[in-house]
T-cell receptor, first 113, second 116 residues
Framework: GQNIDQPTEMTATEGAIVQINCTYQ??????LFWYQQHAGEAPTFLSY????GLEEKGRFSSFLSRSKGYSYLLLKELQMKDSASYLC??????????????FGTGTRLKVLA | DARVTQTPRHKVTEMGQEVTMRCQPI?????VFWYRQTMMQGLELLAY????????DSGMPKDRFSAEMPDATLATLKIQPSEPRDSAVYFC??????????????FGQGTRLTVV
């Protein structure tokens, strides 16, 4: 089966660093995505990992370990506008070669002044 | 400015009524996904299409939900009859199904459905 776990809620202070973890189980792993979703808005793409290691993109970095079924999103120099939900998603490849995106329930991050 | 467009943005309807939600995927994208988002369940995949053909609708209650792609520029999700438990935000997303890098799914703004 497919399963994605991430913490429900996290709180951090402006200017700090926060790490949001995600563990997954899937039969046809073909990439891990992180999305940001502000309240009342659509999810927007943040990062993508398909190989093990760290991908850095400005203040955001994402890490993947395929053998452990584990990823994290690292947010540095937190700003108030980073208060949002962060969704971990796995792209799963079926035996017929088609792809779909399976999402975790999201981690709601609150950034405090 | 390529984007996924969904209509309507908000819908309030009475229990038992038919609801139709529409989605225009990004031009050139060959895969379209319908998701439902609630506080409790997060983003649940309802159905998805590749080159307009339905691939998997196992996440959808078949007795009342139906999804179609009459052409490459339009995907529809229909609920008949609607029930209060269908109240949620319904997102459409589109993407390119070629297995390469950075092929993220692009989301529309969603349809917030309330069934009373």
């Amino acid at each position: 089966g497919q399963n994605i776990d991430q913490p429900t809620e996290m709180t951090a202070t402006e200017g700090a660093i926060v790490q949001i973890n995600c563990t997954y189980q899937t039969s046809g792993f073909n990439g891990l995505f992180w999305y940001q979703q502000h309240a009342g808005e659509a999810p927007t793409f943040l990062s993508y990992n398909v190989l093990d290691g760290l991908e850095e993109k400005g203040r955001f970095s994402s890490f993947l370990s395929r053998s452990k079924g584990y990823s994290y999103l690292l947010l540095k120099e937190l700003q108030m506008k980073d208060s949002a939900s962060y969704l971990c998603a796995v792209r799963d490849r079926s035996t017929s070669g088609t792809y779909k995106y399976i999402f975790g329930t999201g981690t709601r991050l609150k950034v405090l002044a | 400015d390529a984007r996924v467009t969904q209509t309507p943005r908000h819908k309030v309807t009475e229990m038992g009524q038919e609801v139709t939600m529409r989605c225009q995927p990004i031009l050139g994208h060959n895969t379209v996904f319908w998701y439902r988002q609630t506080m409790m369940q997060g983003l649940e995949l309802l159905a998805y299409f590749r080159n307009r053909a339905p691939l998997d609708d196992s996440g959808m209650p078949k007795d009342r939900f139906s999804a179609e792609m009459p052409d490459a520029t339009l995907a529809t999700l229909k609920i008949q009859p609607s029930e209060p438990r269908d109240s949620a935000v319904y997102f459409c997303a589109s993407g390119l199904d070629w297995g390469g890098q950075n092929t993220e799914a692009f989301f529309g703004q969603g349809t917030r459905l309330t069934v009373v």
